[in-house]
């Protein structure tokens, strides 16, 4: 959707020349970006103007996502968000930081009345920052329908604002043989190939899809952006077509079905398939009743069209040959857990359950389920599947315990292996076994975690004067929740996720010239505590 510069409803939420460092629909980690990344000139402090009537509805704070936020529900029908904030207008600062000492917390989720916070188009409400999971200064400004909580790109808003004469630009396409119906080069396996490198057709053989690596790009910046339409032709005919304006919040997830996840979580490369699979439900993407699958059963040439365009009618087209060679074709070698995505399966092993309810899967799933044995392990390890699956939402996982190192069964949690790393995956302990829920099929066993978190003070010499700063970690299961008290009171502190520094959030009300005690509490996921005592 886009819309005539007479039907703008919106004003520029700043006084100068408009840039962006993100785009709407970009593509994100388990998230599509839901709304445009305005630069601020490197600097934080911008005033940040209303940019239609109505009034503050919502406002949040938190350690990482959006930092400070501001929502604001517009008369005419949308909601703007307004994220990364350094402050808010000073009216709503008040009601804010009262609710922080009354509740002795940083994080606050507050909801107001229409008539606490009336603005007019135009009002300064909040002051731009780079807060929260943020790396530089800019403001993140989403835009949705107040009714449905549907996310649209804010860009068609102000593209009379924004000049754009760039063309999105692909690097690589990636060929998919399905499974047990297809060949391409001579292999089963999908198959990247460099753009530079397409003169030379690609010999396939039955039923294939393909799926393309490309990125936005604008005028005036070094950014890359999220292609808002991939369209791909074969023989001129139209067989899939995606428009990124638009998501419903169940919708977000899906970008693990329309993107290839596998490439994302192994080699960090985004590829957007040209292929719906069975079940994704995310109404941007179009197809025939083939999905997007191209059946290659003639020995001729196929001719494949990839158009890529942004939101100006900028476009790019690249075109290749596929080249059909009748080739042998093994058939699809089922496991004894094959997995389907229109019903409900349970995966069973010795001290293991995973079930996966129906609609969880995005496509059916040829399970390597393989139970990894160490006889000195709290758990087995269980590898659900050999390559990353994700799953729509979260699926009911339980492992057994079969050694306790430590009586306290807190201590437990489930911990997902990947490429050598190790992550926590929470669960709590109940008869024997630890309960989670899990969001992709990976490697998973149990682990314990008595090791507190750890306190390094910083910038000691300038404590007197408030700016009061920490680091704060754990290296297992992460920060639950943290306190600091001076002589004894609450003090506010922020936590930022991003570096894991804690300081001081209002310096002023730390008392001058006088000996003070501080005490931090720091506690992880697991109820291990750390208590240090300073005096400054």
Same mark, same amino acid.
């Given at each position: 959707?886009?819309?005539?510069?007479?039907?703008?409803?919106?004003?520029?939420?700043?006084?100068?020349?408009?840039?962006?460092?993100?785009?709407?629909?970009?593509? %994100?980690?388990?998230?599509?970006?839901?709304?445009?990344?305005?630069?601020?000139?490197?600097?934080?402090?911008?005033?940040?103007?209303?940019?239609?009537?109505?009034?503050? $509805?919502?406002?949040?704070?938190?350690? /990482?996502?959006?930092?400070?936020?501001?929502?604001?529900?517009?008369?005419?029908?949308?909601?703007?968000?307004?994220?990364?904030?350094?402050?808010?207008?000073?009216?709503?600062?008040?009601?804010?930081?009262?609710?922080?000492?009354?509740?002795?917390?940083?994080?606050?989720?507050?909801?107001?009345?229409?008539?606490?916070?009336?603005?007019?188009?135009?009002?300064?409400?909040?002051?731009?920052?780079?807060?929260?999971?943020?790396? /530089?200064?800019?403001?993140?400004?989403?835009?949705?329908?107040?009714?449905?909580?549907?996310?649209?790109?804010?860009?068609?808003?102000?593209?009379?604002?924004?000049?754009?004469?760039?063309? *999105?630009?692909?690097?690589?396409?990636?060929?998919?043989?399905?499974?047990?119906?297809?060949?391409?080069?001579?292999?089963?396996?999908?198959?990247?190939?460099?753009?530079?490198?397409?003169?030379?057709?690609?010999?396939?053989?039955?039923?294939?899809?393909?799926?393309?690596?490309?990125?936005?790009?604008?005028?005036?910046?070094?950014?890359?952006?999220?292609?808002?339409?991939?369209?791909?032709?074969?023989?001129?005919?139209?067989?899939?077509?995606?428009?990124?304006?638009?998501?419903?919040?169940?919708?977000?997830?899906?970008?693990?079905?329309?993107?290839?996840?596998?490439?994302?979580?192994?080699?960090?490369?985004?590829?957007?398939?040209?292929?719906?699979?069975?079940?994704?439900?995310?109404?941007?993407?179009?197809?025939?009743?083939?999905?997007?699958?191209? +059946?290659?059963?003639?020995?001729?040439? &196929? %001719?494949?069209?990839?158009?890529?365009?942004?939101? &100006?009618?900028?476009?790019?087209?690249?075109?290749?040959?596929?080249?059909?060679?009748?080739?042998?074709?093994?058939?699809?070698?089922?496991?004894?857990?094959?997995?389907?995505?229109? %019903?409900?399966?349970?995966?069973?092993?010795?001290?293991?359950?995973?079930?996966?309810?129906?609609?969880?899967?995005?496509?059916?799933?040829?399970?390597?389920?393989?139970?990894?044995?160490?006889?000195?392990?709290? $758990? &087995?390890?269980?590898?659900?599947?050999?390559?990353?699956?994700?799953?729509?939402?979260?699926? *009911?996982?339980?492992? /057994?315990?079969?050694?306790?190192?430590?009586?306290? %069964? $807190?201590?437990?949690?489930?911990?997902?292996?990947?490429?050598?790393?190790?992550?926590?995956?929470?669960?709590?302990?109940?008869?024997?076994?630890?309960?989670?829920?899990?969001?992709?099929?990976?490697?998973?066993?149990?682990?314990?975690?008595?090791?507190?978190?750890?306190?390094?003070?910083?910038?000691?010499?300038?404590?007197?004067?408030?700016?009061?700063?920490?680091?704060?970690?754990?290296?297992?299961?992460?920060?639950?929740?943290?306190?600091?008290?001076?002589?004894?009171?609450?003090?506010?502190?922020?936590?930022?996720?991003?570096?894991?520094?804690?300081?001081?959030?209002?310096?002023?009300?730390?008392?001058?010239?006088?000996?003070?005690?501080?005490?931090?509490?720091?506690?992880?996921?697991?109820?291990?505590? +750390?208590?240090?005592?300073?005096?400054?």
């Amino acid at each position: 959707m886009t819309v005539s510069a007479q039907e703008k409803p919106f004003i520029s939420p700043f006084d100068f020349p408009l840039l962006l460092s993100g785009n709407f629909g970009e593509l %994100r980690a388990n998230h599509f970006h839901g709304g445009v990344d305005f630069k601020t000139q490197g600097v934080v402090g911008k005033p940040i103007r209303c940019i239609a009537d109505g009034y503050v $509805s919502r406002v949040t704070v938190t350690s /990482g996502g959006y930092g400070q936020a501001v929502y604001i529900t517009h008369d005419n029908g949308y909601t703007s968000v307004h994220g990364h904030l350094l402050k808010f207008a000073d009216e709503i600062e008040k009601v804010v930081e009262a609710y922080q000492y009354e509740h002795e917390t940083f994080v606050v989720d507050l909801n107001f009345p229409a008539e606490q916070f009336p603005l007019k188009q135009g009002d300064v409400f909040a002051l731009a920052g780079n807060e929260g999971y943020s790396f /530089g200064p800019h403001l993140h400004m989403e835009i949705r329908k107040t009714e449905t909580g549907e996310y649209v790109d804010p860009l068609q808003f102000y593209t009379h604002l924004i000049k754009d004469t760039t063309a *999105p630009r692909a690097s690589q396409i990636i060929f998919y043989p399905q499974p047990g119906e297809g060949v391409v080069k001579g292999s089963q396996r999908k198959q990247k190939v460099a753009i530079g490198n397409l003169q030379t057709p690609i010999e396939a053989w039955g039923k294939i899809a393909t799926g393309i690596k490309a990125y936005d790009y604008m005028d005036g910046t070094s950014n890359n952006y999220g292609v808002r339409s991939v369209k791909l032709f074969v023989d001129s005919i139209e067989v899939f077509s995606s428009t990124v304006d638009g998501f419903l919040p169940n919708e977000n997830h899906m970008i693990n079905a329309w993107t290839d996840f596998e490439e994302y979580q192994m080699h960090n490369s985004w590829f957007m398939r040209s292929q719906v699979l069975p079940g994704n439900t995310w109404r941007m993407l179009q197809a025939g009743d083939e999905g997007g699958i191209v +059946t290659v059963d003639e020995e001729r040439d &196929y %001719r494949f069209k990839y158009v890529l365009e942004d939101i &100006y009618g900028n476009s790019r087209s690249y075109r290749f040959t596929v080249r059909g060679r009748k080739q042998p074709i093994d058939s699809l070698r089922v496991s004894e857990d094959y997995l389907f995505w229109d %019903r409900r399966n349970i995966v069973q092993r010795p001290g293991m359950e995973l079930m996966i309810p129906k609609g969880m899967l995005y496509e059916d799933v040829n399970l390597n389920c393989q139970v990894i044995v160490d006889s000195l392990g709290v $758990s &087995y390890d269980y590898q659900l599947h050999d390559t990353p699956v994700a799953l729509h939402a979260g699926c *009911p996982l339980r492992i /057994g315990i079969r050694n306790y190192p430590v009586e306290d %069964r $807190s201590k437990y949690y489930v911990v997902k292996k990947h490429k050598g790393r190790k992550a926590s995956a929470g669960g709590h302990y109940e008869n024997g076994f630890m309960h989670t829920t899990i969001r992709e099929l990976g490697t998973y066993s149990v682990a314990i975690d008595t090791v507190a978190p750890r306190v390094t003070p910083l910038n000691q010499s300038q404590w007197k004067r408030g700016n009061i700063q920490f680091k704060i970690k754990d290296a297992e299961t992460g920060i639950k929740d943290y306190k600091v008290l001076i002589d004894g009171e609450f003090a506010l502190f922020k936590f930022s996720s991003k570096d894991a520094k804690l300081s001081s959030k209002h310096p002023s009300r730390i008392k001058k010239g006088v000996r003070q005690t501080m005490e931090l509490i720091i506690t992880d996921y697991c109820g291990n505590v +750390t208590r240090e005592e300073y005096q400054f």
